[in-house]
């Protein structure tokens, strides 16, 4: 079951049902299935304080995705800052909705399996996040 939720921001402007179908669709391009994967929408400072007490980490991101898959069945609770999402669809240049289902969908393909830090893995994943955006 795919769920979203909000801590301290108003819920995003998505298609709940649509939004779903394509994540069960992403996922299953990737070999998986969906098990219990939750949305939390909050802001820059709900994200800080995950990121600082779960990933000892002192800065500001887009999304916090924790992983709770085992074998071909994704789950997870995944915190997208909306507050963050905005300034980088800004910064970007791209529509704020745009950046959103991108935020979305990167949580996804984490719990795929696929990597953004190492050497060559942001190329990896910015392809991944375009092939599923086209998706959409």
């Not at 108003?10 to 070999?31: C, E, F, L, N």
């Not at 800052?81 to 704020?96: A, F, H, K, P, W």
Request: net charge negative; aromatic share 8%.
């Amino acid at each position: 079951m795919i769920s979203y939720q909000t801590e301290g921001t108003k819920m995003p402007d998505i298609k709940k049902r649509d939004t779903s179908a394509w994540i069960k669709k992403v996922a299953q391009s990737h070999g998986k299935k969906c098990g219990d994967i939750a949305y939390i929408f909050c802001d820059d400072e709900k994200i800080l304080e995950v990121n600082k007490e779960y990933l000892q980490h002192d800065y500001y991101t887009d999304i916090i995705t924790f992983d709770y898959s085992e074998g071909d069945t994704i789950s997870g609770d995944l915190f997208i800052s909306l507050d963050t999402v905005r300034s980088n669809s800004e910064q970007l240049g791209v529509e704020y909705e745009q950046e959103l289902h991108r935020v979305i969908i990167h949580g996804i393909l984490h719990l795929c399996g696929i990597n953004d830090k190492g050497e060559g893995e942001r190329e990896i994943m910015e392809a991944a996040e375009n092939s599923a955006l086209a998706m959409r």
